[in-house]
């Protein structure tokens, strides 16, 4: 309104209404309820510099737009439904899954909800079946780990809207191990908002729902997930005792129960469990993650991230701070080049190792050693950067 006080001055219009009757106008101009005269359009030209069209709105209403169209056109897609386009579809989301546990979310996440919205639509439109029942279970997996993804890239708010399409998608499915999951799984949008009481409420809820249900391996993540969301909530009791629950029930299963979205086992439960003991700012904390670090499948190198970065808090708890920055140095390393080659969208990233040997990065981070890299050892400052160009340059 002060912009429209500004222009009516400017172009000698004389006084405006007062600012209510102002706000009033706008609101009926808006809903089409009251025409634009050419005085006001003249104003609206000089503050917004685009032309507006005085007039009164349009009193012819809308034609009614016809649908059956692309409803027919919707179901005669969802009809090429079969056994194998679902698992096409499943393939690809285990692709995704892929990438994602090696580099991490970056513009993978807007693929995965490319992804996802093509299988919702099919199923949708599905006739009831088992095929679409199968569908259902690869929309729910799909959509919970684009909700990851999201996590991973800090936005919420999508995180636990893509974790409701799951949940739908999961019931419908009639499977209680993917309903267990992503219901679980939602909950970390609450820890992320710091609400760790509301997400121990829902792990909860997803673990006693699922009963004995669900296989072994995702009982224990489930009680490991609550581990998790307790530990936020500074309740170390509890805490430890859902952690050892989590172990008790892997103790002894196979690690592959048919469960492709789940990744457990001893050293992932080691990991899940220093960074708990992390968090609680237990002194005893370093252990298991160094332990977990050593036996970690090089290919899992967001989760090397995390378990780096527990540990730089864990050796902050010990008073050990040298060790703590190191520890965060690589935590930071491991973030910063796979974030950026992903984001990025090529891989133009050539790390320099400075005052270090390879032999050294290897040990410190394994997933690293495989990188090409400039090494200021044995290469001069020249050499590096006629390298450096050679990559920039393609």
Known sequence: MLELRGAARRMNRGLLPDDTSLKRMIREWVHGRRGLSQEYADLFAEVFGVPFAAGKPSTVPP???????????????????????????????????????????????????????????????????????????????????????????????????????????????????????????????????????QAVSLIQHARTGAGGQVPAMLQSWLWAAEAKALAASGAAGPAQAALDQAGRTLSG????????????????????????????????????????????????TRAAAGLRYDLALAYSVRGHHEEARAEARVAEALDGLFGKKISAGEDKVLPIWHHISKDEVERQAPMLGGILALNSAVMTIEEMATALADVVNG
């Open 63 to 197: 034609a009614p737009v016809n649908d059956n169209a692309d409803l027919a056109a919707r179901l005669s897609a969802a009809e090429s439904l079969d056994s194998p386009l679902v698992t096409l579809l499943e393939a690809q989301t285990d692709s995704y899954r892929a990438i994602d546990r090696q580099l991490g979310a970056g513009r993978l996440l807007q693929q995965s909800e490319a992804h996802v919205a093509q299988m919702t639509d099919l199923w949708r439109y599905a006739l009831p079946g088992p095929h679409r029942e199968a569908l259902a279970a690869a929309v729910a997996e799909a959509s919970a780990l684009a909700g990851w993804q999201a996590l991973d890239l800090g936005d919420s708010h999508k995180a636990w809207s893509l974790h409701e399409t799951a949940k739908s998608a999961a019931r419908e499915s009639g499977s209680p191990s993917i309903v267990a999951h992503v219901t679980a799984q939602q909950a970390y949008a609450l820890l992320d908002l710091d609400r760790p009481q």
């Open 253 to 300: 299963h196979d690690s592959d129960d048919g469960l492709p979205y789940l990744f457990l086992n001893d050293v992932h439960l080691a990991r899940r469990r220093g960074h708990c003991l992390a968090r609680l700012g237990k002194v005893e904390a370093v252990q298991e993650p160094t332990d977990a670090v050593k036996r970690l499948d090089p290919t899992f």
